[in-house]
């Protein structure tokens, strides 16, 4: 093997098919619950695939280049995934830790009022976890109408996708752009996009919702009048945990203790907002009463047990199509931030945002200078230096607006655009609420209602 290490194949030259281990982990991802949904459905199947195509993926990158591919899959696997796992497992455990009940008038402006909390809570303690908090409560407060469905779909866009746009805690996606440079504040540069997307659909929301509230019949209302009960919170003391990680990820890092990227950093150091991540989530399964957690949330480890291994897969394969997606970014034809939005955003739509992000990114490191100033709007310098542009995780600033709005925001135009999606309709559907199918969900609305709105957000902002 270590006459192997010593191979000095260019990496940067690798061959367009190994991207296709990649592209086949993204499919069984995105057709696997519709195609083969019992067998999709046991977590070891999903880890078997992920292996299947990872391994052999792994395996012939060390042995045909060398360090490089090494050093490609640490920085991947170790320095990528752990980081994300670790983030994405505390923020799961931790809000499984909180409970939320009640059953409030089911009036036009309580569930608006219930979804601007969701969509506001959102960037706070993730889309899942915030999700997963109001979902239950939402459906209890409208138990008693008739009319509940489309209360679910805006649920879906505003508190499973659209609010988590402000901070890397919000979405997947953003963690990983963060990872990549982009500072923990940068992203509340996205509060116009967000303010304006989440507005507009929570006015929609009311109007539709005061509409069918008037079709409600009389005995409906009375029901819901009557049978009203106050909210209840439990768990509080997860809040308090919820904070130390928003610190963690805000504070932890590299800008603010430099020493933890040196490369001679201790293991300890460089894991270090990891380890605080991992103290926090002991906390909060020791300090929570079990009654909260596993009788009254229903908690089980097997979601995220699921993402783990999904993205074992994902990471692994992601390695040569990030490489060669940046070497090859000139020949793609990008030229403008508004390509980036759309093609992140179409991707996110039907695969998962997390990697689809991420390739964007990697697009976006390998254009010329000439393009980046095309893309950012501006002009060159007469020596070709690009004039002005400001860059963010090694890419222009308008470029990462647009893959973070397109990966977070397109994530709500399907079932399987975002994981709380699937979710959502999982537990609405478990209640008696008879949601729409895959494409009755893009027919019925997120087409007919998303999409204008971020063509708007395109055109406004982009």
Not at 88 to 106: C, E, N, P
Not at 259 to 270: E, F, N, R, S, V
Not at 345 to 368: K, R
Request: glycine fraction near 8%; proline fraction near 5%; include cysteine.
């Amino acid at each position: 093997m270590h006459n192997l290490l010593l191979v000095q194949n260019d990496i940067s030259a690798l061959p367009a098919w190994l991207m296709i281990p990649f592209g086949l982990m993204l499919l069984m991802i995105a057709i696997g619950p519709l195609v083969a949904e019992h067998w999709w459905e046991k977590n070891a199947n999903k880890l078997i695939v992920s292996l299947l195509l990872g391994v052999p993926t792994a395996v012939y990158l060390i042995v045909v280049y060398g360090m490089e591919g090494v050093h490609a899959l640490e920085h991947q696997v170790i320095f990528d995934y752990v980081p994300f796992i670790i983030l994405l497992l505390s923020l799961y455990v931790i809000t499984g830790g909180i409970h939320f009940s009640g059953d409030l008038k089911a009036k036009p402006l309580v569930n608006t009022g219930f979804l601007a909390l969701g969509w506001v809570l959102a960037s706070i303690m993730g889309t899942t976890g915030a999700a997963m908090l109001l979902i239950r409560p939402v459906i209890a407060t409208n138990q008693q109408r008739r009319y509940t469905v489309h209360t679910i779909l805006f649920f879906i866009a505003l508190v499973a996708n659209c609010g988590g746009l402000l901070t890397p805690l919000g979405d997947p996606p953003l963690f990983m752009l963060f990872l990549r440079g982009a500072s923990f504040t940068w992203f509340l540069n996205l509060v116009p996009e967000w303010a304006f997307t989440g507005l507009i659909l929570l006015l929609i929301y009311f109007l539709l919702d005061t509409y069918y509230y008037k079709k409600e019949d009389a005995a409906s209302l009375a029901a819901d009048e009557n049978q009203a009960t106050p909210l209840v919170m439990k768990g509080n003391i997860n809040f308090l945990y919820l904070v130390g990680v928003v610190l963690s990820v805000a504070f932890i890092n590299e800008g603010t203790i430099p020493a933890m990227g040196a490369a001679d950093a201790p293991l300890w150091l460089k894991f270090l907002r990891e380890i605080v991540l991992l103290s926090l989530m002991f906390l909060s399964l020791y300090t929570t009463k079990k009654e909260v957690r596993f009788d009254l949330n229903k908690f089980t480890w097997a979601p995220i047990v699921e993402v783990a291994f999904l993205f074992l897969g994902i990471f692994t394969t992601m390695t040569p199509a990030l490489i060669y997606l940046k070497a090859h970014a000139g020949d793609l034809g990008f030229t403008h931030a508004w390509q980036f939005y759309y093609s992140t955003g179409l991707l996110s739509s039907f695969l998962d945002n997390t990697p689809t992000a991420v390739a964007f990114h990697g697009v976006a490191t390998g254009l010329p200078e000439s393009l980046e100033a095309a893309a950012s709007g501006l002009l060159e310098h007469g020596d070709g230096m690009v004039a002005g542009v400001n860059f963010v995780a090694g890419i222009p600033e308008i470029l990462l607006k647009a893959i973070s709005l397109g990966a977070v925001m397109f994530g709500a135009m399907t079932y399987i655009g975002n994981g709380p999606n699937f979710m959502v309709k999982a537990i609405a559907e478990e209640s008696g609420i008879k949601m729409p199918s895959f494409f009755g969900y893009m027919l019925r609305f997120s087409l007919v209602v998303l999409l204008p709105v971020y063509v708007l957000v395109q055109l406004l902002f982009l």
